[in-house]
């Protein structure tokens, strides 16, 4: 796995906050609206559009990811964190430094 998706070992046996509130249709809604937007941004370059018209879809598009992530970061907190919290011990522990980097991870990007 990579830096940016780590693995779940609960995956199997646990539903993630955005299943749980029953978001997961909202968030593929809003996941297919960014992928049009990403090819909008193609056809812009390929018909070599006004660089600064380009860069304000860019702006856009970054909103509605960062708009995603934020969600997606706030289910988790309320959700897995606070169950993992609850739970107390090594996974309470682990899903707090998990949602740490995380956070540093939206904040640099």
Sequence with gaps: ????APADE???DHQHGYLAHGNRDAYLKRLRRIEGQARGLQRMVEEEKYCIDILTQ???MTKALQ?????LLEEHLEHCVV???RAGG???DAKVKEAAEAIARLVRS
């Design 90 to 92: 090594p996974e309470a």
């Design 1 to 4: 796995m990579t830096e940016t």
């Design 67 to 71: 708009s995603v992530a934020l969600g």
């Design 83 to 85: 169950e993992a919290a």
């Design 58 to 60: 860019v702006s856009a």
């Design 10 to 12: 609960h995956a199997a």
